[in-house]
């Protein structure tokens, strides 16, 4: 017989205390389970309930949702729920999906609010601009981006001058990078920016030098078409157009007691008497860069050489018209030069290209 610690008796009959040891252990684990129906201890001093009662008591978890019920403070999100703000903060980004996912959102958040991009061009120019050299961009993010400029070209020439010089200038840092998948994508932006706002171009100091240095390069993109038709924006842009002079234009009121009349001028000013910057980071230039002898010839020589390369190619019958075009807005420009600075040095240089004697 063998007493355990629980004071019950057991009477077997084992081989080894091993057995022994492990009969014990078994009984310890009966004696230490709960009982079915234990006894409850009462506290001194609590009330047992009544069963006659009924609690009118409600309990309910809740759960705080501190930041996702917090309402956004601007009403126009995209798609994805994202401001203007959150938009132009990941155009930064170092993925390149998460930059082209921001493009197609402030695409979209444009598209649908228009009165935004006069509000937030502070903001979308830096963003935007440099994503134009960008050269791990691929031809859909180029077409996206592309879309984006374009509906920022919407804007008036009077709202954008003041942006327009950063924009310009990420343009021809594009225009110069070393990977000519960005060179072209940078000239086909410039187009656009010369064919929609020609009087800014035609303000730019550095756009008419940095393009007539990528014309005289010696890389410069296979893409005849689309060196054309940046050529021909670009000579629109710095053409001035002459305008018709109307006047001088009188009012006179003549008195007869006093035998005497007054006559006021109405012909309006063609040059504002003050004329400098006010919104944009470069002064006002007063006159074409295309209408300077030197800068004349250097854009003459690049676009010569061009118009030679296309014509050895035989490919120059699709832009004919365009050539021609071309060389009108020079036939123009050259009496103008001519009248204004009579120089030796001038008629010299311009005679050295046998080509010249289709502008005469």
């Known amino acids: 017989m063998i007493a355990n610690n629980s004071g019950l008796a057991i009477t077997c009959c084992y081989r080894s205390y091993a057995e022994l040891k492990v009969l014990l252990r078994f009984v310890d684990t009966m004696s230490k389970k709960k009982k079915d129906f234990p006894k409850t201890k009462l506290k001194i001093g609590k009330k047992l309930k009544k069963t006659t009662t009924t609690d009118t008591r409600i309990h309910s978890k809740k759960v705080v949702l501190v930041e996702q019920l917090t309402k956004s403070s601007d009403s126009c999100l995209s798609y994805r729920g994202l401001s203007l703000n959150e938009l132009c903060r990941?155009?930064?980004?170092?993925?390149?999906?998460v930059r082209r996912n921001s493009v197609v959102g402030v695409r979209q958040l444009l598209s649908s609010h228009p009165e935004l991009v006069p509000k937030y061009l502070h903001i979308l120019i830096p963003t935007v601009g440099r994503l134009i050299a960008c050269d791990k961009s691929d031809s859909s993010f180029h077409a996206q981006l592309r879309a984006l400029l374009e509906l920022l070209c919407t804007t008036s020439a009077s709202t954008i001058s003041s942006h327009f010089t950063l924009l310009i200038a990420h343009t021809l840092r594009a225009l110069t990078h070393l990977r000519m998948g960005v060179r072209i994508y940078a000239l086909t932006i410039l187009t656009l920016l010369m064919q929609t706002y020609p009087d800014l171009c035609r303000n730019s100091i550095d756009l008419f030098d940095s393009f007539v240095e990528f014309l005289n390069s010696k890389r410069i993109p296979a893409n005849r078409k689309l060196l054309v038709d940046g050529v021909h924006a670009f000579l629109r842009a710095f053409l001035v157009e002459e305008c018709a002079t109307v006047g001088p234009l009188h009012v006179a009121s003549f008195s007869i007691r006093t035998k005497q009349y007054t006559r006021i001028n109405l012909t309006s000013a063609i040059r504002p008497l003050i004329d400098f910057c006010v919104l944009g980071s470069q002064p006002r230039?007063?006159?074409?860069?295309?209408?300077l002898p030197d800068k004349f010839l250097q854009a003459l020589s690049g676009i010569l050489s061009l118009f030679l390369m296309s014509a050895s190619e035989e490919v120059s019958s699709s832009n004919e018209k365009e050539w021609v075009e071309i060389f009108g807005i020079f036939n123009k420009v050259l009496p103008q030069i001519r009248a204004s600075?009579?120089?030796v040095q001038f008629e010299e240089e311009l005679k050295k290209d046998y080509l010249v004697s289709a502008l005469y």
């Open 341 to 343: 600075s009579q120089t």
């Open 90 to 97: 990941q155009l930064g980004h170092y993925n390149i999906n």
């Open 285 to 291: 230039q007063s006159k074409s860069s295309l209408y």
